[in-house]
């Protein structure tokens, strides 16, 4: 069964469209330096709102403990999306601190960076994603899915970058994830953190006619 999560939220009716159609969980990207970034005064509102229905991340760029816990206090964070130079340890005592799951993020550009997590093994997911050197969030751009096929870890993973409603399912079925995480895919075009209902819809459909969308755990 897999999951779906809708990145990069910063409106409420955005929320509450992707719950309507079986999002598993939403992020919300607290780094200033990404096109969809929303401070925590304005997400809280929002989380407020649907914590009941969703899984809830707060995606991070080398934040220090103390933003992420006050974020994750403040926000009711389920799960901590991690995507710089955080090493095993600050996973372990952020998880400790706020009692949320850890997602550590590793761009995939060779079977080496699926050796590199490896040393990630005390975290919930991997989010395998296709950011080059330089970018610190999703890049809308795709990565060579046939490359999972050398991933030997039991931490589920997490497929994201590039995908849609017209790829997702051949996602799925070369990487068999946990789940998928989608920004770009579902959004107005052009406009970033704002998102399409119709291109929300579709992709979840998409998901669910490759295998059922997983409810929220």
């Not at 649907?50 to 992420?68: D, H, T, W, Y």
């Not at 901590?80 to 095993?88: A, F, S, T």
């Not at 372990?92 to 601190?97: C, G, S, V």
């Not at 490896?118 to 490359?147: C, I, K, M, N």
Request: hydrophobic letters at 45%; one cysteine or more.
């Amino acid at each position: 069964m897999t999951k779906v999560k809708i990145c990069g939220i910063t409106r409420l009716e955005d929320a509450e469209v992707a719950i309507e159609h079986g999002a598993w969980a939403l992020g919300f990207v607290l780094w200033p330096g990404s096109a969809r970034a929303v401070a925590v005064e304005a997400a809280a509102p929002i989380t407020a709102r649907v914590r009941r229905s969703v899984q809830l991340a707060g995606v991070f760029v080398n934040p220090s403990l103390e933003e992420v816990a006050e974020a994750a206090e403040a926000l009711h964070l389920t799960h901590l999306q991690l995507h710089g130079d955080e090493g095993p340890a600050f996973c372990a005592e952020a998880a400790r601190r706020t009692g949320a799951k850890v997602i550590k993020a590793v761009t995939v550009t060779s079977g080496a960076n699926l050796q590199a997590v490896e040393v990630f093994r005390a975290v919930d997911f991997h989010l395998l994603d296709s950011r080059p050197p330089g970018r610190r969030e999703q890049t809308g751009a795709t990565w060579e899915w046939a490359l999972a096929s050398r991933r030997r870890s039991a931490v589920p993973k997490i497929l994201s970058g590039g995908l849609d409603a017209e790829n997702v399912g051949a996602g799925i079925g070369a990487v068999d994830p946990y789940a998928v995480d989608v920004a770009s895919g579902v959004e107005v075009p052009g406009q970033p953190g704002i998102k399409d209902p119709e291109r929300v819809a579709a992709f979840l459909a998409a998901v669910r006619a490759s295998g059922a969308v997983g409810s929220v755990a």
